[in-house]
Structures are given as structure tokens and as C-alpha cells.
């Protein structure tokens, strides 16, 4: 029945229509069915005619996936969509979106707009939909504990806490710390649960630029080595350890950071095993004391 019909509509309805509003029609066609993502087969009685029919449909692309900073946005963090960090997280996240994990966030504060805060939680929620989301903050914020995502109240130095934390979310693949920002308590957590995080995750400090304002425990001197950066710009020859000194590891991020992604107020650590040999010759040698891990 549908056929005739059709067969009469060619005939009929489209030398009257314009080609816009043809293909429209075309779209409402059963036998012309598609569903996102996959063809739909159109069985006719004869199978040559079936696969001629066939050839004639284009698979449908599935629906694009929301980007995280269109989240951010939904969620109110437009802070992260202004200093680019939205792009810059969903450039390293993204491998382990569709993956289930523990995340780790440091700091959740409280929204712009005068709300109870929380908003980076839900939008971490919803970018990984397998991902148990972990939030510390010094106040109470167990207010937003939902499925999937757990607060703690304490102090980011708090070493007990921390590692309490890591105890019952041991695949930890993801740490950001958007905390005190104050370069020694950024380096102190940074020494607690760096070792926890799990091979393959990333260690995320936000807000870099207080390394250097002396007001909040920074410095004005590049080259001081008890900021944050000092931190970061150590990690860079950590890399390398194996082509100085007797090629030993100075400590355990020498061996387990593995790439050091900087950018303006943000800086993305990734974890692994730093081990891939030196090629400095051996009669290079120079002493350890040398390159010692400043103080």
C-alpha cells in the first residue's frame, strides 16, 4: 500500500513543490526509515531491488557527546571556559571518559552566583558517567553527596585524611588541586597523594600564579625553588634524570612523572614509569652531589 503511494507522490506532489520542501518530505518517508547511528534496512520482495534501495541510505552519525566546556558553562563554571582550562582538561580527560575510576578534586568552594557550590562536581558527574567523583574541602559540603559523587571535609595537608581517601578510591586516576593555591601546601599534598595516584592518571594544580605573589606564600624570585613552579620547573630535569649524575632517580616523582603539560595557570602531570634509559656516555660521568634535589 505504502508503494502506490509513494509511486503517486513522485508523480503528483513533486513537480508542485519546491526542492526544499521535497527533500522534507523525503524525510518523512517509512520506507526511507533511518535511526541515529545505524541504517535501517528496507526490505523489498526482490532482492536486487532490496540492496539498489539500500545503497541509496547513508548511515546517520551518532549524536556528538557534549564538550566539557559546554558543560562548564551549563554548570556555572565560566571561569573555566575564560581561562581555557575546559579545553585544556577535555584534551588529556577525554581517553578515559567512557572508563570507571575515582577523581579526586581538591577545593570545591562555592558558586559565583551565590549558590552552595559544587558546580565542578556535577560537571565532572556528567562528563564521565562511570567515574566515582571525589570532593575535599575545608567546609562542610556533604550537602551534594548524590550517587557517585562523595565530600569530605579537611584540611589538604591533613596526610591522615588523605591517605584515608586514597584507601577508599584506590583507582585514582585523576587529582586537581584547586585548594589553598599556597605554594607549600600545594607541594605538601602533592607529596601525599602523588605516590597513590594510579599509573596512566593525571595531577592537575590549578591557579598557578600564586607561585608567584609573596602574599600567598609565593615568591618574586624566578628561581626560587620552594614555589609551586620551583615545584614544576624541577619536574622537567626529573625527566631526564637518567642522563645526569650516576643516573639514579633524586626522588619518587624523577621516576613517576612521565610528561609535564604547562599552561597559563595550569599545569597537568601525567604519572607512569620514567624509565625508558639513558644515553649519556659513561665516561660522562659527573658526581651526584652535582644534581641534587635542592632542599
Not at 584534551?91 to 565542578?120: C, K, N, P, V, Y
Not at 600564579?209 to 615568591?219: A, V
Not at 622537567?236 to 624523577?254: H, I, K, M, T, V
Not at 634509559?277 to 665516561?283: I, L, S
Request: some cysteine.
Amino acid at each position: 500500500m505504502l508503494k502506490p503511494l509513494r509511486q503517486a507522490a513522485v508523480r503528483v506532489v513533486k513537480p508542485r513543490v519546491s526542492a526544499e520542501t521535497w527533500a522534507k518530505l523525503r524525510e518523512i518517508d517509512p520506507l526511507r526509515r533511518k535511526r541515529r547511528g545505524q541504517l535501517v534496512v528496507v526490505r523489498a520482495a526482490n532482492p536486487a531491488r532490496q540492496r539498489a534501495a539500500n545503497r541509496q541510505y547513508l548511515e546517520v552519525p551518532a549524536r556528538r557527546r557534549s564538550s566539557l566546556e559546554s558543560m562548564a558553562t551549563k554548570y556555572w563554571s565560566e571561569d573555566w571556559v575564560r581561562h581555557g582550562y575546559a579545553r585544556r582538561y577535555e584534551r588529556h580527560f577525554t581517553q578515559l571518559r567512557d572508563t570507571a575510576f575515582a577523581l579526586l578534586e581538591i577545593g570545591i568552594g562555592s558558586d559565583h552566583q551565590g549558590g552552595a557550590g559544587g558546580s565542578s562536581l556535577r560537571m565532572w558527574k556528567h562528563f564521565f558517567p562511570k567515574a566515582q567523583i571525589v570532593g575535599l574541602d575545608l567546609c562542610d559540603r556533604s550537602f551534594l553527596d548524590e550517587k557517585r559523587v562523595l565530600t569530605y571535609q579537611g584540611n589538604q595537608t591533613d596526610a591522615d585524611l588523605l591517605r584515608i581517601i586514597a584507601r577508599r578510591h584506590r583507582e585514582l586516576k585523576i587529582i586537581i588541586d584547586d585548594g589553598s593555591h599556597r605554594p607549600e601546601q600545594i607541594r605538601t599534598t602533592f607529596a601525599i597523594l602523588f605516590p597513590v595516584l594510579a599509573d596512566g592518571g593525571f595531577y592537575a594544580i590549578e591557579d598557578t600564579q600564586t607561585s608567584y605573589w609573596p602574599r600567598f606564600g609565593g615568591s618574586a624570585d624566578l628561581k626560587d625553588p620552594a614555589t609551586t613552579m620551583g615545584m614544576i620547573k624541577d619536574f622537567l630535569d626529573g625527566l631526564n634524570y637518567e642522563e645526569f649524575g650516576d643516573c639514579g632517580a633524586r626522588s619518587y616523582a624523577d621516576s613517576h612523572v612521565v610528561a609535564v603539560h604547562c599552561y597559563h595557570n595550569l599545569v597537568i602531570i601525567e604519572k607512569g614509569r620514567n624509565a625508558d634509559g639513558g644515553n649519556r656516555p659513561k665516561d660522562w660521568a659527573v658526581p651526584r652531589q652535582a644534581y641534587e634535589l635542592n632542599p
